[in-house]
């Protein structure tokens, strides 16, 4: 691919068109707000006397509303189309978190954070929206560029996490003589401006339904010359579909485990806070916003099967060393480096299960995408909080290690048959 289509440059940013521009910077604004959040989230609860099982336990509740509503939403898309999924996931955030700031009982915190994924980290995702807007930008960009531009937007939504992580440290000291929860409200101001600010720019795009688009045959669905004849696409589409669910849970069990709960273990066996943890997560999404954009070059050369499982691999070793480091700043030097290669495949992910189906089906893709990791995600922090409550805070990183080292063994040799990035005689 020509640097001059790639969406570094000006003149690929600029080829994109209208809504796949807005969609990503959408998604970098909002994942500034969560970047914040991702951060003194927890640590918000802890100050209100949440104990760690019960942190876990909402934070489940978050993923498994999420997972559930998801699949509701993929579906639905597919028919209806996807900006009006956006406009109310922005007008919900903007009311939750106004209740929030304005009236911060028990009851709105839960229903909030359930709803919309607060302290979860999603990098900028809609939350149970998300299928539709992951959607309705592989519809707006063309099946070849779409590897390396799910790549720069995934780093960008890194580098959005980046920014709202400093902040985080910033944030709580904003209010002269505030202590306690209090201290933490500013966090929810910048997320109802970031709501306020998105809702504005959905609104002002048009969409092309799913409908009216013509529909096209996915690479993968070549005839099956096992079995002498060529099955019908649906078939190959969801038999690909039900493989990556399998393999998704495997992989967002692991990370449920440790990654929504990191601040409040930070701070039960260091004793730090804002103040440290949140320039340790910002230096963290930088780098892994670098880091993306390098994967989703890459990915053109040796495909995006091995773009996501090499850099996974190096990650499961860092994530078992990092509960018996002797001291913040290693435990930190290890998370950084773990989560940056780590993560950095998220847009090679995305576009790979985007590369499934045809268009008219992407909604559910993405869907189910979503709900393979939400709905075991979610149950990841719960037993995390539990054994962690138990006293143990080495465990929790060694099963979420044994699980990734699986998903790094399942991943290649179940749905290596499938990355289309690739030349056919190299997936036989």
């Not at 019960?54 to 900006?83: P, T």
């Not at 190096?314 to 030097?333: D, E, T």
């Not at 080292?405 to 289309?420: I, N, S």
């Amino acid at each position: 691919m020509s640097d001059s289509w790639s969406p570094y440059s000006r003149r690929g940013w600029a080829s994109l068109g209208r809504v796949a521009q807005q969609l990503i910077m959408a998604r970098f604004l909002r994942s500034v707000a969560q970047g914040a959040l991702a951060v003194d989230f927890t640590l918000y609860l802890k100050v209100r006397g949440w104990s760690a099982s019960e942190v876990g336990l909402l934070l489940m509740a978050g993923g498994l509303s999420g997972a559930g509503l998801s699949l509701l939403v993929g579906v639905i898309s597919d028919r209806v189309g996807r900006r009006v999924f956006l406009l109310i996931y922005e007008v919900g955030l903007i009311i939750g978190t106004g209740l929030i700031v304005f009236d911060p009982r028990v009851w709105i915190l839960v229903l909030a954070a359930a709803l919309f994924g607060f302290g979860r980290g999603a990098n900028g995702s809609s939350g149970p929206f998300a299928p539709a807007e992951q959607a309705w930008l592989a519809q707006s960009i063309p099946a070849k560029r779409r590897g390396n531009t799910f790549s720069f937007n995934a780093g960008l939504q890194f580098w959005g996490m980046g920014i709202g992580s400093l902040l985080a440290a910033i944030l709580p000291h904003m209010l002269p003589g505030v202590r306690g929860a209090q201290a933490y409200l500013p966090l929810f101001w910048l997320n109802l401006l970031m709501a306020i600010v998105n809702l504005i720019q959905i609104a002002s795009l048009k969409e092309t339904k799913p409908a009216a688009q013509a529909p096209t045959t996915p690479p993968q669905a070549a005839p099956d010359a096992s079995r002498g004849r060529e099955p019908t696409v649906v078939q190959r589409e969801n038999r690909a579909l039900t493989l990556l669910v399998v393999v998704n849970m495997v992989n967002s069990l692991g990370v449920g485990l440790v990654a929504p709960l990191l601040p409040y273990w930070f701070n039960l066996k260091f004793g730090v806070g804002p103040t440290e943890i949140g320039p340790v997560y910002a230096l963290t999404f930088f780098l892994t916003g670098v880091s993306s954009l390098i994967v989703g070059r890459v990915s053109e050369k040796v495909g995006l099967i091995r773009s996501i499982v090499v850099p996974r691999l190096l990650g499961v070793v860092l994530l078992v060393a990092i509960p018996f480091m002797p001291a913040f700043f290693w435990a930190a030097i290890l998370y950084v480096v773990r989560s940056m290669v780590n993560r950095s495949s998220m847009g090679a992910r995305q576009a790979f299960s985007m590369g499934l189906v045809r268009d008219q089906r992407r909604g559910l893709a993405s869907s189910l995408n979503a709900v393979s990791w939400g709905l075991a995600a979610s149950i990841g922090p719960a037993v995390g909080g539990w054994i962690i409550g138990m006293g143990s805070l080495a465990l929790p990183f060694i099963a979420a290690a044994c699980l990734q080292l699986g998903y790094v063994v399942l991943f290649p040799t179940v749905m290596g048959r499938y990355d289309t990035s690739r030349p056919a005689a190299d997936r036989a």
